[in-house]
T-cell receptor
Framework: EDQVTQSPEALRLQEGESSSLNCSYT??????LFWYRQDPGKGPEFLFT???AGEEKEKERLKATLTKKESFLHITAPKPEDSATYLC???????????FGIGTKLQVIP | NAGVTQTPKFQVLKTGQSMTLQCAQD?????MYWYRQDPGMGLRLIYY???????DKGEVPNGYNVSRLNKREFSLRLESAAPSQTSVYFC???????????????FGPGTRLTVL
């Protein structure tokens, strides 16, 4: 059974204080690891897809990296508008379905 | 483009009542999905449709039915609502993960359902 574990469950940062969110996964034949951002009362918003170990993608203050067992979402010099819940998900090769983690709730304080 | 739209945004039902949640996408995607999101549980797949004319069960299908009306629309029906179905429901769509298309799922804004 595919599993996704995100840590920490919640993270509180001062504005400008860089940090990383972790997504550990167990899946046979990874065919995609996804990061989403979810604001309160809204649907998940797509951020990144990573396909192979060593791959990295960046968008503004966010950088996602992938190893064979985990992915990190690095947040550099965060701003209050980066406050949200960040979700990680994985897809197994040959399967349509995606398994989501519970998420990390990030709060950035001015 | 509106992306993925869902109606209604909010709904309150009494136990035993039925209702249909509507979802439509304008991205010409082949695959569509229904999830529920509960505190501490994450997103769980209820049903999905890999392509027009096909539907398959996900992780938590009991108490739900779906209809892929056409390529754009995918509805979720609760025949006899129960308090355990109180949740936030999200619809999503993607190109065609098993046919070489990109597998990124794009989500709608959600329907907040309360069953009393």
């Amino acid at each position: 059974e595919d599993q996704v574990t995100q840590s920490p469950e919640a993270l509180r940062l001062q504005e400008g204080e860089s940090s990383s969110l972790n997504c550990s996964y167990t899946v046979s034949g990874l065919r995609g690891l996804f990061w989403y951002r979810q604001d309160p009362g809204k649907g998940p918003e797509f951020l990144f897809t990573l396909y192979s170990a060593g791959e990295e993608k960046e968008k503004e203050r966010l950088k996602a990296t992938l190893t064979k067992k985990e992915s990190f979402l690095h947040i550099t010099a965060p701003k209050p508008e980066d406050s949200a819940t960040y979700l990680c998900a994985v897809r197994r090769g040959g399967y349509q379905k995606v398994t989501f983690g519970i998420g990390t709730k990030l709060q950035v304080i001015p | 483009n509106a992306g993925v739209t869902q109606t209604p945004k909010f709904q309150v039902l009494k136990t035993g009542q039925s209702m249909t949640l509507q979802c439509a996408q304008d991205m010409n995607h082949n695959s569509m999905y229904w999830y529920r999101q509960d505190p501490g549980m994450g997103l769980r797949l209820i049903y999905y449709s890999a392509s027009e004319g096909t539907t398959d069960k996900g992780e938590v299908p009991n108490g739900y039915n779906v209809s892929r009306l056409n390529k754009r629309e995918f509805s979720l029906r609760l025949e006899s609502a129960a308090p355990s179905q109180t949740s936030v429901y999200f619809c999503a769509s993607s190109e065609a993960p098993l046919a070489g298309g990109t597998d990124t799922q794009y989500f709608g804004p959600g329907t907040r359902l309360t069953v009393l």
